[in-house]
């Protein structure tokens, strides 16, 4: 590994370690897109086996984003989840069919609903405010329970 990639990989750690929910909610849905968008064009390439890795790593963030979902918030929390059900299941579908189209539909809906996170957590921050406080739990966490 060169010196670059390991100074690149322990900024994209301490990156990590700091960042605000939001912003990891935001790092999170870029991961996914970009994964997406790399399996699409590997597809389009003829690369099967970069493909299905790419897509495997895209689904991995979105369950890691489904897992971080504080179910106890209800309606709201039910709806993401299931939104994030049928980003799965459209890589599922892309992975199995080897077809761009559940892809593109895919990174179009990923893309709206990060740039709806972002657009909240950017409101939120102008405002002063963590997250809206009837959608604290206990613990300190929001919709989504990034801590586990």
């Known amino acids: 590994m ?4 390991v100074r690149v ?6 990156n990590i370690e700091t960042a605000s929910q939001g912003k990891l909610i935001v790092m999170l849905f870029n991961g996914a897109i970009k994964r997406a968008e790399e399996a699409k064009r590997q597809m389009e390439k003829g690369g099967t086996e970069n ?6 790593r895209a689904q991995d963030i979105v369950a ?3 897992g971080a979902l504080n179910m106890n918030m209800g309606e709201i929390a039910t709806n993401l989840d299931r939104i994030y059900e ?6 599922v579908v892309a992975n199995i069919k080897k077809s761009t189209q559940p892809i593109e539909e895919c990174i179009v809906l990923m893309t709206q609903v990060r740039d709806m996170w972002k657009e909240l957590f950017d409101t939120l921050a102008r405002e002063g405010q963590d997250g809206p406080a009837s959608a604290v739990n206990p613990h300190g ?7 586990g």
């Open 51 to 56: 493909v299905h890795n790419n897509l495997i």
């Open 2 to 5: 060169s010196a670059s990639a």
């Open 86 to 91: 049928y980003f799965q299941h459209l890589l």
């Open 9 to 14: 990989g322990a900024y994209t750690q301490v």
């Open 141 to 147: 966490a929001a919709i989504l329970n990034m801590q």
């Open 64 to 66: 890691e984003l489904r």
